[in-house]
């Protein structure tokens, strides 16, 4: 039986997979290449990224491809405007963003013809989201890496969007193998959005260091924290989270004013770079709650292969 495809507006995804666009430098253009050469959706973070940083990382991508390339922006950034505009001139495929909520951006995709699909976690925030213009939405629970719009678990807010909205759905949150896409599918999904599991890929940007702290990650190890974007964070516990936990002060007077506001507990910048550098100590490192379920680097090709027999499996047992 056939695998469905992703249709966002015009654009038509083969594998009903968007790449979670994971910052800091974790999603750049050699993974996002590979996923949209997949069949997929690859998207770029570009948080974190200076404009001219992004522009280069656009293009490689586009070198590298000639499948559907997006950029991953968080509204929580200081220069998101700024960013989003520069994407928009390199023609990018579509936005996505998070961490907050723009109205302006459904504007200004309109206006660029360029599809924009917000992260919601609630059927409220989709259904306005539809009515701005979004062109799809990536709906994510609590089981998501990173920051965390929600304390509610995806199986309980995808029936709920899917039945608000008539635009194409997107699971997203814990979701790291074909068995889970095959699942979200059926529950209605029209799409599902993968983090993690990319984030332990071949092509993805982190260290070997990063890499390997998250696949000996256990269930006990996935902490919470309080992030200066002032929403939760999930990622793995580390001295630097220990420290968190223990009320170590790790306030700055060197800010270079990354978030448009910030509560200045710790730079999470720094600690996301130094994570993605191999600092596995004194940095952040991000994960879903179901990292623990990833037991071995693979290759965007591999990981594939293994949604599609996932997806196709699950319609054999149909039969």
């Keep these: 039986m056939k695998i469905p495809e992703l249709r966002i507006a015009d654009l038509v995804a083969r594998i009903p997979i968007i790449q979670g666009g994971m910052a800091v430098k974790i999603s750049m253009a050699p993974l996002a290449a590979a996923v949209a050469e997949e069949g997929g959706i690859g998207i770029i973070a570009g948080s974190g990224l ?4 992004l522009i280069a990382e656009i293009r490689e991508a586009r070198r590298l491809t000639k499948g559907i390339i997006g ?18 001139d390199e023609k990018i495929d579509l936005l996505v963003s998070g961490a907050g909520f723009s109205r302006d951006m459904f504007a200004w995709g309109k206006e660029k013809g360029i599809p924009i699909v917000p992260i919601v976690s609630s059927a409220k925030l989709a259904k306005l989201s539809q009515k701005l213009g979004a062109a799809a939405v990536v709906v994510e629970g609590l089981e998501a890496g990173g920051h965390l719009g929600t304390d509610r678990s995806i199986h309980d807010i995808l029936p709920e969007v899917i039945a608000a909205v008539s635009i194409p759905v ?23 959005q993968m983090g993690t599991r990319f984030a332990l890929s071949e092509e993805s940007g982190a260290a070997l260091a990063w890499k390997a702290e998250m696949l000996k990650a256990t269930q006990e190890d996935i902490v919470i924290v309080h ?23 790790f306030r700055t007077t060197k800010c270079n004013r990354c978030l448009k506001r910030c509560e200045r507990n710790f730079c999470i910048m720094d600690r996301l770079n130094k994570a993605q550098q191999g600092d596995v100590r004194d940095g952040l490192i991000f994960s879903g709650a179901n990292v623990h379920k990833i037991i071995e680097i693979l290759s965007v090709h591999e990981i594939f292969e293994d949604i599609k027999n996932g997806i196709l499996n699950s319609k054999e047992e149909e039969r």
């Design 170 to 192: 997107i699971g997203a949150g814990g979701f790291v193998n074909g068995e889970d896409v095959a699942r979200t599918l059926k529950l209605g999904a029209d799409g599902v």
């Design 227 to 249: 992030s200066p974007v002032g929403l939760p964070g999930r990622g793995i516990r580390n001295p630097f989270t220990q420290a968190l936990d223990e009320k170590v002060d």
């Design 71 to 88: 950029v991953n922006v968080m509204f929580a950034i200081t220069e998101f405007a700024q960013l989003v505009h520069a994407a928009f």
């Design 50 to 53: 200076s404009m001219e940083e």
